[in-house]
């Protein structure tokens, strides 16, 4: 694998005017903030990851580099029905310009319909795939349909107990009715 083309240390602007496609996939241990998410750690779960890199012209006439990149995984997530674990399909498809500068970035990005990255020398491309699938993760992941009977009541015995004594209200109300 060429410098400019490893996932840890891209050479942006040389992966930019290669044009080839790089993809590969990792293990999910490689991705500690998306492996924290999963409610149990398959040890077969890996992340797939396709970029390609171009060079675009700017509205200044400026040839740009441009990262189109997609990511997926399956992970297990927590169902917020049953609270089981649900294997979930997570994925995304994005497209980000570099700019020269951080403070490039924040003037152009009111402006821009594009997500912008900031131009570095070594870009890691794996945090960036990290990042978007962190992001694509589902609110509030749920089977189709749970694989058991959902409990959709709570027994708490306090509760219970609490309803066995006599409602102080009913003696005021016995105070206030006439004796004949």
């Known amino acids: ?9 891209l050479a942006v602007s040389a992966f930019a005017l290669e044009q080839a496609p790089l993809q590969g996939q990792a293990p999910l241990t490689q ?5 924290d998410e999963a409610v149990r750690a398959a040890a077969d779960a890996a992340v797939h990851f396709q970029a390609l890199g171009s060079m675009r012209t700017d509205s200044a006439g400026a040839a740009v580099p441009w990262l189109a ?9 927590v169902c917020q029905r049953c609270l089981e674990p649900v294997t979930t ?3 995304f498809d994005r497209e980000f310009r ?9 003037a152009q990005d009111e402006d ?46 306090d509760f219970e107990a609490a309803s066995d004594r006599p409602n102080p209200f ?3 109300a016995q105070l206030k009715t006439p004796k004949s």
């Open 89 to 91: 399909l997570v994925e």
């Open 170 to 172: 009913a003696k005021l």
């Open 69 to 77: 990149l997609q990511g997926r995984v399956h992970i297990d997530l």
């Open 112 to 157: 821009s319909e594009e997500d912008l990255l900031v131009h570095c020398p070594q870009f890691d491309l794996l945090e960036l795939v990290e990042d978007e699938l962190l992001m694509a993760l589902p609110v509030a992941p749920k089977h189709e349909k749970c694989p058991g009977d959902l409990k959709l009541s709570a027994a708490d015995a």
């Open 98 to 106: 570099f700019v020269e500068s951080e403070e490039a970035a924040l």
């Open 31 to 35: 991705f500690p903030r998306l492996a």
């Open 1 to 9: 694998m060429a410098t400019s083309t490893n996932p840890r240390k």
